[in-house]
């Protein structure tokens, strides 16, 4: 069963708007921790944020915030004051406990363009 | 955040030939590191996971006498692929993580093609 579900394969932003990107996932863990990365054209794979499952605040990290909704098991992106170079794929991934150690587990992932 | 290499970051070889990837933490200890792959299009596929000074455990599908993986260091891991055929093409990408934290970092990629 898919445990990281990205439902949006493309969004289109304008320049300075903000937008959202959803992930739900799916889990029977108390403990668990889910993850936003970004993925260019180059390939690389950066980390843009992280909550944790018993954080009651919503993580933020500049113009990047996650809205956590645990009741829903939602955890959606938000990205603020969108910038060209925000263009890239967008990948959700849930950190899960596999004997004895954790794995990350990802969406199939949200392509973003951002226009001008 | 933490930096990791990954080198080659392009390499074509002929079907039959072995290919070495390397991944280096830089700055920080790495108990643990990862190998994904990843087809054109589609999400990041986690092939093997690799602690230091143990065998890595492989997940399900992944034929680990095709893919060897040595983690002999803190900061050096290897992913070899074995006897490699054009099926074998694709982005292979590699992530550390040092014990006490939740985040892994990714290194920058190697794109393989099989002739």
């Known amino acids: 069963a898919q445990k990281i579900t990205q439902t949006q394969p493309g969004m289109f932003v304008q320049e300075k708007e903000a937008v959202t990107l959803d992930c739900t996932y799916d889990?029977?863990?108390?403990?668990?921790?889910l993850f936003w990365y970004k993925q260019p054209s180059s390939g690389e794979m950066i980390f843009l944020i992280y909550?944790?499952?018993?954080?009651?605040q919503n993580a933020t990290e500049g113009r990047y915030s996650l809205n956590f909704q645990k009741a829903r098991k939602s955890a959606n992106l938000v990205i603020s004051a969108s910038q060209l170079g925000d263009s890239a794929m967008y990948f959700c991934?849930?950190?899960?406990?596999?004997?004895?150690?954790?794995?990350?587990?990802f969406g199939k992932g949200t392509m973003l363009l951002v226009s001008p | 955040g933490a930096v990791v290499s990954q080198h080659p970051s392009w390499v074509i070889c002929k079907s039959g030939t072995s290919v070495k990837i390397e991944c280096r933490s830089l700055?920080?200890?790495?108990?643990?590191m990862f190998w994904y792959r990843q087809f054109p299009k589609q999400s990041l596929m986690l092939m093997a996971t690799?602690?230091?000074?143990?065998?890595?455990?492989?997940e399900q599908g992944v034929e680990k006498d095709k893919f060897l993986i040595n983690h002999a260091s803190l900061t050096l891991s290897t992913l070899t692929v074995t006897s490699a055929h054009p099926e074998d093409s694709s982005f292979y990408i590699c992530?550390?993580?040092?014990?006490?934290?939740?985040?892994?970092?990714f290194g920058p990629g190697t794109r393989l093609l099989v002739l």
């Open positions: 889990t029977s863990d108390q403990s668990y921790g």
């Open positions: 992530s550390a993580r040092y014990r006490f934290q939740e985040t892994q970092y």
């Open positions: 690799s602690n230091e000074g143990s065998k890595a455990t492989y």
């Open positions: 700055d920080f200890q790495a108990t643990t």
């Open positions: 991934a849930m950190r899960e406990e596999n004997s004895g150690y954790s794995t990350l587990t």
């Open positions: 909550q944790g499952s018993y954080d009651e």
